[in-house]
């Protein structure tokens, strides 16, 4: 259960992340449009640690 829950947190801050990069953009708030990016590689770098991590447990 435990991974599950990482791998939908790590998509979880991808999918909230590329919302608010995009709703920063259609408002013209750039500092939401830095939060969104900074979300979305939050999201990206829990993908590929977890993904690291399954290669060297096979």
Request: proline residues 0%.
């Amino acid at each position: 259960m435990d991974k599950d829950r990482k791998r939908t947190s790590g998509k979880f801050d991808q999918i909230r992340g590329a919302v608010k990069e995009t709703v920063g953009r259609r408002t013209g708030n750039e500092r939401m449009t830095t939060e969104g990016r900074g979300g979305r590689a939050k999201g990206d770098l829990r993908g590929a640690g977890r993904k690291l991590k399954d290669a060297f447990k096979r």
